[in-house]
């Protein structure tokens, strides 16, 4: 099959298809005589592999490193079951870090004292670290007016 049967077959792009290749995460086709690719049967299935593996947070680095033993037909269960705890692992920990960060906005907006259609400059806001890694800008409770041009 061509590039386009390929993507097709895949539900993506021949760019997708193109970029995949290049890295390393479908094996290079062989060449028909013309120079067309000539993919396979089990391109189609690494493709499904990979937009599957992807459609369940996974990166295409972290893909990259499981391919060498799906390709081999040597993962197993067990490894999938690890992989999955894995990412499991750190989609709780990204909860937790966002529950944190919603926790930061909404004391900012409870913090905000100044009329809705009042401006606040940078040197009216402090930015709290509370460990989240993204800081909280609170305003202050004081607020001047913007000059008037």
């Given amino acids: 099959m061509n590039i386009s049967q390929l993507a097709k077959a895949s539900n993506v792009s021949t760019d997708t298809v193109r970029y995949y290749e290049k890295q390393g995460l479908i094996a290079a086709p062989t060449r028909q005589d013309n120079g067309y690719r000539a993919y396979t049967a089990a391109h189609v299935e690494a493709m499904r592999f990979v937009r599957g593996a992807q459609s369940l947070g996974f990166s295409l680095a972290e893909i990259r490193v499981i391919l060498p033993q799906f390709a081999r037909g040597q993962l197993g269960r067990t490894d ?34 100044c009329a809705p259609n009042q401006v606040v400059t940078t040197a009216q806001a402090l930015a709290a670290d509370s460990g989240s890694g993204a800081g909280a800008a609170r305003a202050r409770k004081s607020f001047t007016k913007p000059a008037t041009q």
Avoid: G, R
């Fill in 80 to 113: 999938i079951e690890q992989q999955l705890q894995t990412k499991m692992a750190e989609i709780d920990a990204h909860i937790l870090q966002l529950q944190t960060l919603k926790k930061e906005l909404q004391a900012t907006f409870a913090s905000l004292t």
